[in-house]
C-alpha cells in the first residue's frame, strides 16, 4: 500500500509540471493573441500550435504510462465544504477559486464530461463502430484527394499572385532611352547638324537641298561663272568690282543664262 501511495505521488507530481508548463504556455499564447495582435505573424501562431501540441503529447504519455496508476480508480472525497474565504485554496489554485463551497465542488471534483458530451461520444463512438473498415478506408482515401485538390488550387493561386506581381513590378521602359528622347526633343541634344544627302550627292552644311536648286527654280540652269584667280569676294559671294571701276562688272567674265519657261500667265 506505501508503494502506491508513493507511486501515485510521483505520478501526481510529474503531472502537476507537465500541467504547469501547459499553463504557462497557454497563458504565453493568449496574451500574444490580446496584446500582440497588431504585430502577430502567421510563423509565430504556428510555433506557439506546435509547442501546446507537444506538450500535450507528453502529458498524455505520462497518463498512458505503466508506471502512472490509473486516476479513475482514485476517488477524491471533500472534507470541508464552507461558503467563506479560504486563503490557502486561494493560493494554491491562484486566485481562481477563493471559495471550495457546495456550488464549486461538483465541478472542480468532475471526473467525468458533461451528460450533454459523454451523450454525443457515445453517439460517435456508435457510428464509428458500425463502419466497416473498408469503408473507413475510403472515407479517408476521398478525404486525402479533397486536400491534395485544395492544396493545390493554393499553390497555383499563389504562384498566380506572385506572377502578377512581378509582372506589375517589371518597367516596360527604360528611363535612360526616354531622358534622352525629352533632351533631343527639348534642346536638341544629341542630334546631328548634317543633312542627310539629296540625288546630286552628299551636301555640305549651309548648301541648299535639291543638289543647289531653290524650291520654285525647276526650269533655270545655274550660271557658271569664271572667276580670275585673283579675284576676291566679298561675304554672301558677291565678287568685289576691280579698283577704279566701282559697280561694274569685268569684261573676262562671262556668263550664260538660258530663259525660264514662262509663266502661263505672262505674255
Not at 501511495?5 to 500574444?32: H, M, P, R, W
Not at 534622352?180 to 526633343?185: D, F, I, T, W, Y
Not at 561663272?225 to 573676262?252: C, D, T
Request: hydrophobic share 30%; glycine share 8%.
Amino acid at each position: 500500500l506505501q508503494r502506491e501511495e508513493k507511486q501515485l505521488e510521483t505520478s501526481l507530481e510529474t503531472l502537476i509540471a507537465q500541467v504547469a508548463d501547459l499553463k504557462n504556455s497557454l497563458g504565453g499564447f493568449i496574451y500574444k493573441l490580446e496584446n500582440e495582435y497588431e504585430h502577430l505573424t502567421w510563423p509565430s501562431v504556428l510555433d506557439s500550435f506546435a509547442l501546446l501540441s507537444g506538450q500535450l503529447n507528453t502529458l498524455n504519455k505520462v497518463l498512458k504510462n505503466e508506471k502512472t496508476p490509473l486516476l479513475k480508480n482514485q476517488v477524491i472525497i471533500p472534507l470541508v465544504l464552507s461558503p467563506d474565504r479560504d486563503e490557502e485554496v486561494t493560493r494554491l489554485t491562484e486566485g481562481r477559486v477563493p471559495v471550495f463551497s457546495h456550488e464549486v465542488v461538483p465541478d472542480h471534483l468532475r471526473t467525468k464530461p458533461d451528460p450533454d458530451v459523454e451523450e454525443q461520444e457515445k453517439q460517435l463512438s456508435a457510428e464509428a463502430s458500425r463502419i466497416t473498415p473498408e469503408a473507413a478506408q475510403k472515407q479517408v482515401q476521398t478525404m486525402n484527394k479533397l486536400c491534395n485538390n485544395l492544396l493545390e488550387k493554393l499553390i497555383k493561386e499563389e504562384r498566380e499572385s506572385e506572377v502578377g506581381n512581378l509582372r506589375q513590378n517589371k518597367p516596360t521602359y527604360n528611363p535612360a532611352d526616354t531622358n534622352a528622347l525629352v533632351v533631343a526633343v527639348a534642346f536638341g541634344k544629341g542630334l546631328s547638324n548634317r543633312r542627310p544627302p539629296g540625288p546630286g550627292g552628299p551636301m555640305g552644311p549651309g548648301q541648299p537641298a535639291g543638289g543647289g536648286m531653290l524650291p520654285g527654280a525647276a526650269g533655270m540652269q545655274q550660271v557658271p561663272m569664271n572667276l580670275p584667280p585673283n579675284q576676291q569676294h566679298m561675304p554672301g559671294g558677291v565678287p568685289m568690282a576691280q579698283g577704279g571701276q566701282p559697280g561694274k562688272m569685268p569684261s573676262n567674265i562671262k556668263t550664260n543664262i538660258k530663259s525660264a519657261s514662262m509663266h502661263p500667265y505672262q505674255r
